[in-house]
């Protein structure tokens, strides 16, 4: 398929640069081997777990807000990298952010597995930091899943505060 001049080719054809496939990769690992925000809160105002039956992965998320502001975050995890490090780089984006800006960045997430987003369309407000190095996951459907367990327990998170 070709591109016209105007066109950005789609997230999923992204990393096409080895050197930029082999940062995204590193990003990933550096999360995963040294996680931020793996722990538990004393007195968390929401705690969710989230399991795949597929693969034996388990996600908790606990959240501590102060009015519509995430005030803190935690996780904790038996699972693999991909979904240590998307709940490191996750909670590490949207502590400090409204419970809508939260969301807005795990939309963000999903265009970027869907590859319905370019990473060319995201605007200087939209910054989604060290999750932008999930991009890369998009090209591996099996993997998705593995970033959709921590999205889907923060979410449920967010909904029972």
Known sequence: MALSADQSPPVAAL???????????????????APKHKR??????????????LCGDMCSVQLSLDG????????N????????????????R??????SEARTVMTRVDQLLDSAARLSDQ?????LGDLRALASVS????????????????????STV
């Open 15 to 33: 990393p096409v640069d080895a050197g930029v496939a082999s940062l995204y990769q590193e990003i990933i690992l550096s999360h995963y081997r």
């Open 40 to 53: 538990l809160i004393d007195g968390a105002a929401a705690a969710v777990e989230h399991r795949n039956p």
């Open 68 to 75: 519509d502001r995430i005030v803190d975050a935690a996780f």
């Open 77 to 92: 995890a038996h699972a693999c990298s991909i979904t240590q490090a998307t709940a490191s780089m996750l909670l590490d």
């Open 139 to 158: 090209r591996f459907p099996a993997r998705r899943a593995c970033v959709r367990l921590v999205l889907g327990a923060v979410r449920e998170t967010i």
């Open 123 to 127: 605007s200087p407000g939209d910054d």
């Open 94 to 99: 949207i502590i400090g952010a409204t419970v």
